[in-house]
Nanobody
Framework: VQLQASGGGSVQAGGSRRLSCSAS????????VAWFRQAPGKEREFVSA????????YYADFVKGRFTISRDIAKNTVYLQMNSLEPEDTGVYYC???????????????WGRGTLVTVSS
């Protein structure tokens, strides 16, 4: 599955941003789609995931209540709505797909290009 993350940009603290993850060549229906992020000098970390076929969602504790993951089955796209953004949310955001829920970056063999989100204070 080839994935493309988009929607990054610059935003002030307290603002919102919506990221999109689209797939080419294959549908998400049998996958769990996850968002990870990597801040400068830090390891890539799990943010959120959704079991695409049934809509089950998972969140890292640090984004609960602020971020919402959703999917548009017709568009084969997964979204990450990010509200109440903080400077600590700055980083490159990646999406990826796995056959099951997997919150460790080590369980993903290939990473596509991410999208940069910069939150200024």
């Amino acid at each position: 599955v080839q994935l493309q993350a988009s929607g990054g940009g610059s935003v002030q603290a307290g603002g919102s941003r919506r990221l999109s993850c689209s797939a080419s060549g294959q549908f998400f229906i049998h996958y769990t789609v996850a968002w990870f992020r990597q801040a400068p000098g830090k390891e890539r970390e799990f943010v959120s995931a959704t079991k695409y076929g049934v809509g089950t969602t998972y969140y890292a504790d640090f984004v609960k209540g602020r971020f919402t993951i959703s999917r548009d089955i017709a568009k084969n796209t997964v979204y990450l709505q990010m509200n109440s953004l903080e400077p600590e949310d700055t980083g490159v955001y990646y999406c990826n797909a796995h056959s099951r829920y997997a919150s460790s970056r080590l369980e993903y063999a290939y990473w596509g290009r991410g999208t940069l989100v910069t939150v200024s204070s």
